[in-house]
């Protein structure tokens, strides 16, 4: 059915579709580097080059999905990373496998480019929430679900078993989504140069700009502190399995639920007010991560991940409200930096590694995120405005 709680659910399964391989790896990122002789900063690559290749790929995927329908872009990305999650099973060297992560992070923006202009074509007012709702919600479930069954599949059958699982899963999606979303006809086609070209008039814009920095810091922190955490859990004196690693997860989505909660109430501060609490949240929790304990590791990251979301939502809120022109370019910008944001707090902090271990890295994170309050203070809005949802 295409009524309105069958789109809600779709939207909810293009959530999870599109972050259930995003991150997987990072529960098995250990046994990852034990099997194929890796350094820590070498299998964080494993993560990198699916953010890379999304930041990549982020600034055409608004013109192609307009060219060729947003639903049928989804789909064929649905579709592209069944194949591509599976593919991981046969690697056999990390080059290998960052090929085929690589190849992943290509087929993402079609799902999230997809979605968001899919949900704001058909839907307007209380109603876009509620499905942008589903699926923010669905991404989060997406994110926990791939850690959680990368993690317990390999911890009793190897690092590869699990990306069997999360390929069929992958694919599962495709006819819940097909029957759930009613078809939406090509929209006229957006010229890439065009695209592109506001792209770079809005990376001339200091608050715009800063905004796009700003979100840089905030996924290389969420992918530096997620990334080298199992390491640590891994490492004595904790010694966790995989699977137990996997289990520390759980705590993602409801992380990831408070933090709405919590920002209704930042939303009526002006930007530039709110975000700083957003980072002393992470701050936070990157302090209980210090604590060498299970219960302690799991809030830090509970802790963590509420003030990265909230961070995350406000930044692409003001962009949505800064932009005068070109939208979508503008969220492209966002995106674009985001990612490779990503891409560096997946690889950088691992180089910190052999010499300082856990805490190095930790450092180097608050570091960064000391580098997003800066930012946050050249993002001058006059009035605040509602506080959006948004993706993670």
């Known amino acids: 059915m295409t009524g309105t709680a069958g789109s809600r659910a779709a939207l909810f399964v293009v959530g999870f579709g599109a972050f259930l391989p995003l991150y997987a790896p990072q529960s098995v990122l250990p046994r990852m580097a034990e099997a194929l002789g890796a350094s820590a900063a070498a299998t964080g690559g494993v993560i990198g080059a699916t953010t890379l290749a999304v930041a990549l790929a982020a600034p055409m995927a608004g013109p192609l999905t307009d060219r060729f329908g947003r639903k049928r872009s989804m789909l064929a990305a649905l579709l592209a990373l069944g194949p591509l999650t599976l593919a991981l099973c046969f690697c056999r060297t990390l080059e290998q496998v960052l090929v085929a992560r690589f190849l992943q992070g290509l087929a993402l923006p079609g799902l999230l480019t997809g979605a968001v202009a899919y949900i704001g074509g058909r839907w307007s007012g209380a109603a876009a929430v509620a499905m942008t709702g589903a699926f923010v919600g669905g991404s989060a479930m997406g994110g926990f679900a791939g850690r959680f069954l990368a993690g317990l599949l390999g911890e009793h059958f190897g690092w590869k078993a699990g990306f069997a699982a999360l390929a069929l899963l992958s694919l599962a999606c495709v006819p819940l989504v097909r029957r759930g979303l009613a078809d939406d006809a090509p929209q006229p086609q957006t010229s890439l140069g065009g695209h592109l070209a506001a792209l770079l008039r809005h990376a001339r814009d200091r608050r715009l700009r800063a905004a796009a920095l700003f979100g840089a810091t905030l996924l290389f922190a969420m992918t530096g502190t997620l990334s080298y955490v199992g390491f640590h859990l891994a490492a004595p004196p904790l010694g966790l399995g995989p699977g137990e690693i996997g289990l520390v997860f759980l705590v993602y989505p409801l992380g990831a639920a408070m933090a709405p909660l919590n920002g209704r109430r930042l939303g009526r501060l002006p930007v530039r007010r709110a975000l700083p609490v957003t980072l002393a949240l992470c701050l936070a929790g990157l302090g209980l991560l210090l604590i060498p304990h299970v219960i302690a590791a799991a809030a830090g990251i509970c802790v963590f991940i509420t003030g990265i979301f909230l961070a995350q939502s406000l930044a692409l809120g003001y962009v949505g409200r800064t932009a005068r022109f070109s939208p979508g370019a503008a969220a492209g910008l966002y995106v674009c930096c985001f ?36 930012m946050s203070r050249l993002m001058d809005e006059s009035v605040p405005a509602p506080f959006p949802q948004a993706d993670q």
């Open 339 to 374: 990612y490779l944001g990503g891409s560096l707090g997946a690889v950088l902090p691992g180089l910190l590694w052999p010499a300082y271990g856990w805490t190095g890295c930790l450092a180097l994170i608050a570091a960064v995120l000391a580098v997003g309050a800066v």
